[in-house]
């Protein structure tokens, strides 16, 4: 193989080594994009269930109290 073969071919593979690399670091961002839009339905959910417990909490209190 000719050195200007050698060089062609290595070129080639390197070219598709940051293709794969740049591949790889879309499928990490898209993840963690992902990730994160979890996480923040989890936490509308959380605070939800917050909200629902605060009320239920101040209609038992108010039973208690008699104000029902």
């Known amino acids: ?22 591949g790889l670091q879309d499928s990490i961002k898209r993840l963690e994009e992902g990730a994160i839009r979890s996480e923040d339905k989890a936490a509308a959910s959380r605070q939800g269930v917050h909200n629902r417990m605060d ?14």
């Not at 193989?1 to 740049?22: K, Y």
């Not at 239920?56 to 104000?67: A, F, S, T």
Request: a negative charge; hydrophobic letters at 45%.
């Open 1 to 22: 193989m000719a050195p200007a073969d050698i060089d062609a071919s290595v070129h080639r593979q390197l070219g598709e080594l940051v293709a794969g690399m740049r």
């Open 55 to 68: 009320q239920l909490v101040d209609r038992v209190g108010d039973v208690e109290d008699g104000d029902a």
